[in-house]
């Protein structure tokens, strides 16, 4: 039986609430099959225009409410690997965008086509294949994971939005001689393919910018602010060594050097390797039995230098 309930909640910035219902291990088999109900509320959600040459210094700030509710059937092979799909219908509300100071996005970004700038009811097919085979989730000596998904939506009651995704999140952590030196290298690829003249509306582009996604939506590039580039492509590129200094029983202490590289654009065939943003870092974080307890970082790029204090590694 599969039975779980949440409330996450940021201060000022994020509440989600949802529930879910379901069974695993049908009939001693790998079948799996569950159905959910989710309300999230994004109150101070920030926009920087669509593209590689978006500034920061034009940025618009709005709330986003979404109300879902879905099911969702797999297969698991293996404890490493398993397949599945997902039927979800989601209700999308932009609101406030003149939020929290910031000017609003219909003057700021005055002759830009924004899809979804007024929400959208959106009902999406979602498949994914993940292989993981790590050690641990949140602090891996050795190991990979691989997911693949494919998407479709399709907007309805007046919606535009018609678009395909596909996903690659990839890494590998490879051992230097010794479990204390573990370099990880990971890609990330998005590609949002709009269909029959429909839109990708721009709270579902692929993002990149901060340190982790939850509870935000940007993949890692840290230096820069969470959600910083959005586009209907995405690639990024994370490379991370890091180095255990102290170990006494399950506790431990590591360092981490880190680059990261990354690019949104319209398309994979439009990406140019000059547009690529870098940055550059170090962090250290504190375990308990491979259990992150407190990861400190700092990281620069050539929009200035950001700091994380977070309770887990962003991959």
Known sequence: LITKGWINHGPTSYFQVGSE?????????????????????????????IGPHSSRGDSTSY????????AKTGYEFSPVMDLSAQLLYDHVNIKNRAHDGKGDITQIFAGQNIPGLYGDSLLKLLLGLTRDTRDSKEDATKGSYQRLSFGFTEG???????????????????????????????LFGEFNQPVNGGEVPFYAMAKLGGSGMFPRQGQTARGFVYNRFSGESAMLLNLEYRYTVWQRKEFKMSTYFFLDEGQVSKDFGTFQFNEFRESYGIGAFLSYSQFILLNFSVAHGDEGTQFYIENKLPF
């Open 156 to 186: 309805v009651r007046s919606s535009p939005a018609r678009y395909l995704t596909y996903q690659l999140d990839a890494a590998k952590y490879f051992r230097l001689a010794s479990p204390r030196r573990i370099l990880v290298t990971r």
């Open 21 to 49: 219902l379901g069974a695993a291990r049908i009939a001693d088999t790998g079948f799996h099959t569950s159905g959910l109900v989710r309300y999230e509320n994004r109150r101070n959600e920030t926009f920087y225009g």
């Open 63 to 70: 709330i986003q409410e979404t109300t879902s509710v879905g």
